[in-house]
């Protein structure tokens, strides 16, 4: 099994701190993931929504935050985690051989990120090896010691995250379900005190939608969307589970129970969305 500690000094980290705790949860999974190959990360909002519990329509956005404050690069569907060796615990003679290949195997698909890393981790290396340089007490100026590459000056180029456009998610929206979502998206941006909400968080809630709700059939999903904009609640997981309770082709009791039970199903939906 691989472990991959996280520094105690990282709670104490006034950046760390500064982040809302849904982003706190993302960077200490980011840095400790069993998929983070020396810095390097898919980008899975839907895995670490069900690892981690962040929403995935916040996932673009805690990824710019990352990304401005120079903790991150991003290249499509992959991150790299910008001085990722400092969440790493590595003794010198064992560095090198870790990073050697790390960028030329990135080199084809992520070009971008394979050259970033390629300086940042040269400039890291430095740093290690200082670290673990042996003491010489050896009066004899002919002892072997290690001479670490010099560190090179390099600044991550800023790279946008790259998001699904509204257009794109809602031709994945089956058609009955669009006047429903028209309804509910004409909600979320009422409940702003601007009166109106951007493509790209919509995209995001849709996208959470879809993805929670991939094997419920249209008519549960437009069902959610109503119940969610009466309710009003602008949240992609009480769609998911007022579609998940709905069940159109029960008996008339089962039916009759479903239409006066709502306070029931808000209580029911108010812990689902907790945890959307």
């Known amino acids: 099994m691989q472990f991959l500690p996280v520094s105690c000094g990282t709670w104490d980290d006034p950046w760390f701190r500064s982040l809302d705790p ?4 993302l960077w200490l999974y980011l840095i400790s993931c069993p998929e983070n190959d020396y810095g390097f990360i898919p980008i899975r ?7 981690c519990g962040v929403s995935i329509a916040d996932v673009p956005e805690i990824l710019k935050r990352f990304e401005a404050d120079g903790r991150i690069a991003v290249e499509r569907d992959m991150l790299l985690l910008i001085n990722a060796l400092r969440h790493r615990h590595m ?6 051989s870790a990073l050697s290949g790390l ?16 300086a940042n981790n040269v400039e890291q290396c430095s ?23 010099t560190p090179l000056n390099a600044k991550p180029t800023r790279i ?10 809602l ?16 909600m979320v941006a009422s409940q702003n005190t601007s009166g109106t909400v951007s493509e790209s968080k919509l995209a995001g809630i849709l996208t959470e939608i879809l993805t929670r709700g991939k094997d419920l059939p249209a008519e549960n999903l437009t069902y959610g969307l109503i119940a969610a904009t009466n309710k009003p609640a602008p949240r992609a997981g009480y769609v998911v589970a007022a579609a998940a309770g709905y069940t159109p082709n ?21 812990r689902e969305a907790l945890r959307g």
């Open 127 to 149: 740093t290690v090896l200082n670290a673990v340089k042996p003491t010489n007490t050896n009066t004899n100026t002919n002892t072997n010691t290690i001479n670490p590459p």
């Open 45 to 51: 909002p839907d895995l670490w929504n069900y690892r």
């Open 91 to 96: 003794s010198g003679h064992n560095l090198s």
């Open 171 to 186: 031709a994945e929206l089956p058609d009955e379900c669009h006047s429903a979502w028209n309804q509910f998206a004409a």
């Open 22 to 25: 849904q982003s706190r949860w």
């Open 250 to 270: 029960a008996s008339k009791p089962r039916q009759s129970s479903l239409a006066m039970s709502q306070s029931d199903l808000d209580e029911r939906l108010q």
């Open 103 to 118: 960028a030329s195997r990135y080199s084809v698909s992520y070009p971008v990120l394979a050259g970033l890393t390629a």
């Open 160 to 169: 946008k995250p790259v998001s699904r456009s509204l257009s794109e998610v």
